[in-house]
């Protein structure tokens, strides 16, 4: 029932944005009116560079990974390009960390749910980066609830599910993924006090 609500929400959405995203094509002068012709003004100037920005930060995460985006980025709707930056935003942040070597993340509703690789196999210590990675994400992102892990399968689950989001995998899938993972986050973090 869940997931039907879902897929209705997410066509609904998807609907609206066709419906309304063609009108917005066209040149605002009102805010503009001394220099009409500033570069970059432009809605279709703005989303070629969203368009290019994608494409880097595609690369780097296919040089990351040792995945190749493909084309399906340009294809992504406005709310999945923005949940792709938050994502790169939320592991570029992490990768700040003194330790962490490695970090991918993905974004889905309020859900920032990070993978990281550190140094060291001491617990301690590991779970003290996990901490100071989520401290410092929640505090850019405080409206989002933030799930890190650096658990190699569950780091290598999130790679693939930034991978599969990447390259337009299907919105359904990768919302019951995303679930999986945080449920599996939460259990491994209660796992101790059992």
């Not at 995945?67 to 994502?87: C, F, L, N, W, Y």
């Not at 935003?89 to 889905?108: D, E, I, L, S």
């Not at 196999?121 to 901490?131: L, M, Y």
Request: proline share 4%.
């Amino acid at each position: 029932m869940m997931n039907h609500r879902l897929t209705w929400t997410v066509a609904s959405l998807t609907l609206a944005a066709a419906l309304v995203l063609p009108g917005c094509t066209q040149q605002n002068t009102t805010e503009n009116p001394n220099n009409t012709n500033t570069p970059g003004n432009t809605v279709q100037q703005q989303g070629r560079r969203a368009t290019e920005d994608m494409r880097e930060m595609g690369r780097d995460v296919g040089r990351d990974m040792g995945i190749q985006p493909t084309d399906k980025v340009r294809e992504m709707g406005e709310s999945a390009k923005t949940d792709m930056k938050k994502a790169e935003h939320a592991a570029a942040v992490a990768r700040k960390v003194p330790g962490v070597t490695r970090a991918t993340a993905v974004v889905h509703n309020k859900d920032i749910v990070v993978g990281l690789d550190v140094e060291g196999n001491d617990q301690q210590t590991v779970r003290a980066k996990e901490q100071e990675v989520k401290r410092m994400i929640q505090k850019e992102h405080a409206s989002y609830k933030v799930h890190v892990t650096s658990d190699k399968d569950l780091h290598g689950r999130i790679q693939t599910l930034h991978g599969n989001a990447m390259n337009g995998g299907p919105v359904e899938e990768f919302t019951h993924d995303v679930g999986m993972v945080v449920r599996d986050i939460a259990n491994a973090i209660a796992a101790p006090f059992r």
